[in-house]
């Protein structure tokens, strides 16, 4: 297995994943909205992705999104996004990917990966506590404001 940070190849691969992803997360399958929305990412630099590759097909991605917290002045990454084809699970391509992701942050002098998990997603729970993440929303509320 290889990951590489992915580029607009990558596309079609990592939107198949990403729809999955969405399922995942109750959404309806959109197979064009999550080429358009990967491609956007990619082509706008606007997030980073990297892709885990076995053999000829793309098994799991994972994706950041740049920001800073004003509040200690540091550089951040948000961690939508992590998602493992059934196939490549339970074969450490979440862990893998995830590293991945440390090391990068680390490598462009961001202090802190942050991310959010569904209540119900207990293997993803169970991945980021053992890689030494730590649950801090009993510091603060979570708001979002739809427009």
């Known amino acids: ?19 999955l992803y969405r ?5 309806e399958s959109d197979l064009d909205l999550a080429k358009e929305f990967i491609a956007d990412r990619i082509n706008n630099n606007e997030s980073v992705i990297f892709v885990a590759i ?11 999104y740049p920001s800073f917290c004003s509040v200690e002045a540091i550089k951040i990454f948000i961690l939508h996004d992590l998602y493992v084809d059934e196939c490549g ?3 450490g391509i979440g862990e893998a990917l995830m590293n991945k992701a440390t ?24 991945l980021y506590e ?9 510091d603060f509320q979570p708001y979002s404001f739809k427009l």
């Not at 399922?23 to 959404?27: L, P």
């Not at 076995?54 to 950041?64: D, P, R, V, W, Y």
């Not at 053992?130 to 009993?138: A, H, N, Q, S």
Request: charged share 30%; glycine share 8%.
């Open 1 to 19: 297995m290889e990951i590489i940070r992915a580029n607009q190849a990558h596309v079609t691969e990592i939107s198949r994943l990403f729809d």
């Open 23 to 27: 399922q995942f997360y109750k959404c």
């Open 54 to 64: 076995e053999g000829n097909s793309a098994k799991g991605f994972i994706q950041l």
């Open 89 to 91: 699970r339970k074969s």
């Open 103 to 126: 090391e990068f942050a680390k490598e462009s002098g961001a202090s802190r990966i942050e991310l959010l998990t569904a209540f119900d997603n207990k293997a993803g729970q169970h």
């Open 130 to 138: 053992k890689l030494g993440y730590k649950k801090v929303i009993e």
